[in-house]
């Protein structure tokens, strides 16, 4: 996407020894390129979150194989780097998918072809998540038609979460993509923009790639959204998810489950978006299955920001010896979500109110 009217991916590699990625750690008070020679280095990517979402987290995880491939002085060795990749975020199933991925691909053509075929398929990776990204705004933009074809002439206003925008991906998102596609096609968009604490993923990373595509939006506290949607301000809420069980249900960032609540309670459209490289088949229950990564409490008990001078600080926004505990997430049953939106099409959920069936993407 853009950045100052340039085109952008959010990683790369301008070398086979190189995985370069937007520190996201830095937006949006500055743009910033970091390179990762190493896996360490990728793995603390990962897990510091200067690289996060969950089709990010794959794509990079991909890289980071590639990096390993190089590294690797046998096949022992070479899963220990590829667990590594893996223990550092334990929700987006896109990270062990990518590895898996990689160590199948890997085994197929051999160890002494490992460099080669690390590489081709950390590619291949990247570029089918930003083709099913595309294809996931194309499939979303029929929603937003047909709510615009309803209120011609008005604004449609779209309710996100947490950032599902092209920086969680490798381009266009997922959450955001309908957006970008209806904006792209001249449809009159608004987006309500969930600060998402305690990260603040939506105030700092959506508001900031939504701003530099020229989409209006809004920056809302997190509590905000149930008052909106009770005034008919809200006429679809779309997030996006890392991990999606076989009954639909969908881990996404913590708070997600009480928008699809409000969203429910008041008749609002709630949809996921996501590429099936975000399905886990495997899992039935999700609020019983997914694994939910639990952060340190400080991002709960401090806030980064900019000060008037232009320095980032990072100051204490409760009492001392407080303590705080941070769920990175949380599961909405599928019984709360009207569709699916991914890189195949829209599955609408025909059984909100009946009980689970075996899978809904059959
Ligand atoms: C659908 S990928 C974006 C997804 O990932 C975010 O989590 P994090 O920023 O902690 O990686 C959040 O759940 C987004 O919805």
């Known amino acids: 996407m853009l950045v100052s009217g340039q085109s952008y991916r959010t990683i790369w590699m301008p070398d086979d020894a190189t995985v370069r990625i937007i520190d996201q750690r830095r937006l949006p008070w500055s743009f910033d390129?970091?390179?990762?020679?190493?896996?360490?280095e990728v793995a603390h990517a990962i897990q510091d979150m200067a690289v996060r979402g969950a089709g990010l987290i794959g794509a990079t995880a991909g890289f980071g194989m590639a990096l390993a491939a190089r590294e690797s002085t046998d096949e022992a060795h070479l899963a220990r780097l590829a667990r590594s990749l893996i223990e550092t975020r334990p929700t987006a199933v896109n990270l062990s998918w990518a590895v898996n991925r990689q160590l199948t691909a890997i085994r197929e053509a051999?160890?002494?072809n490992r460099i080669r075929t690390a590489r081709a398929e950390a590619q291949r990776i990247a570029d089918e998540d930003a083709a099913m990204c595309a294809a996931i705004g194309q499939h979303g933009l029929a929603i937003i038609q047909e709510i615009a074809a309803?209120?011609?002439?008005?604004v449609v206003n779209i309710l996100t979460h947490c950032n599902a925008g092209w920086l969680a991906f490798v381009d266009h998102g997922s959450a955001t993509s309908p957006i970008y596609a209806a904006h792209a096609a001249g449809i009159p968009v608004h987006v309500w923009v969930d600060e998402t604490r305690p990260r603040s993923q939506g105030a700092r990373l959506t508001a900031w790639e939504l701003g530099q595509q020229g989409v209006p939006h809004t920056i809302i506290a997190d509590n905000t959204g149930g008052h909106l949607m009770q005034h008919g301000l809200v006429d679809l809420v779309i997030t996006g998810a890392d991990r999606v069980t076989s009954h639909g249900d969908a881990a996404n960032k913590i708070g997600t489950y009480l928008k699809a609540l409000a969203a429910k309670d008041n008749g609002v459209p709630f949809y996921i978006a996501l590429p099936t490289s975000t399905l886990d088949l495997t899992l039935g229950d999700g609020v019983k299955e997914i694994p939910i990564e639990q952060r340190g409490g400080d991002e709960v008990t401090h806030l980064e920001g900019?000060?008037?001078?232009g320095s980032v600080q990072t100051v204490r926004i409760v009492p001392e010896g407080s303590r705080a505990v941070n769920y990175g997430f949380d599961v909405t049953p599928a019984r709360l979500i009207t569709g699916w939106i991914t890189?195949?099409?829209?599955t609408t959920n025909t059984n909100q109110h009946q009980s689970r069936s075996a899978s809904i993407f059959a």
Do not use: N
């Open 306 to 309: 900019i000060a008037s001078d």
């Open 33 to 40: 390129l970091l390179d990762l020679r190493t896996v360490a």
């Open 110 to 112: 051999g160890f002494p």
């Open 343 to 346: 890189e195949r099409g829209i």
């Open 150 to 154: 309803r209120k011609p002439g008005q």
